[in-house]
Nanobody, 118 residues
Framework: QVHVVESGGGLVQPGGSLRLSCVAS????????MGWYRQAPGKQREMVAI??????NYADSVVGRFTISRDNAKNTVYLQMNSLKPEDTGVYYC?????????????WGQGTQVTVSS
């Protein structure tokens, strides 16, 4: 079994910062990609940031404000969120693309709530 657990969400004022963490554990031989998605009420889930090796990709709406990073030794990915806006509010999900014992798979965490409000 592979477990993906996010943490670090909470309530923050506009302009504030928050750091999300995601840890993948279980039968993981290697991780290809890790990323963050979010879903706001009434909207579809959207990609926020993805890291593949040393390469990163961000949604246009978060460029310059969010930074994704990865600790390969700990199978952990982080999302540093600065200058937060109310429109950043939503449930943030971590996704892991990995190689298990026999095949390549993807796994998702349960999500962590981020609320940006004054």
């Amino acid at each position: 079994q592979v477990h993906v657990v996010e943490s670090g969400g909470g309530l923050v004022q506009p302009g504030g910062s928050l750091r999300l963490s995601c840890v993948a554990s279980g039968r993981i031989r290697s991780i290809n990609n890790m990323g963050w998605y979010r879903q706001a009420p009434g909207k579809q889930r959207e990609m926020v940031a993805i890291i593949s090796g040393g390469a990163t990709n961000y949604a246009d709406s978060v460029v310059g404000r969010f930074t994704i990073s990865r600790d390969n030794a700990k199978n952990t990915v982080y999302l540093q969120m600065n200058s937060l806006k109310p429109e950043d509010t939503g449930v943030y999900y971590c996704t892991v693309d990995y190689v298990g014992s026999v095949s390549r798979r993807s796994a998702w965490g349960q999500g962590t709530q981020v609320t940006v409000s004054s």
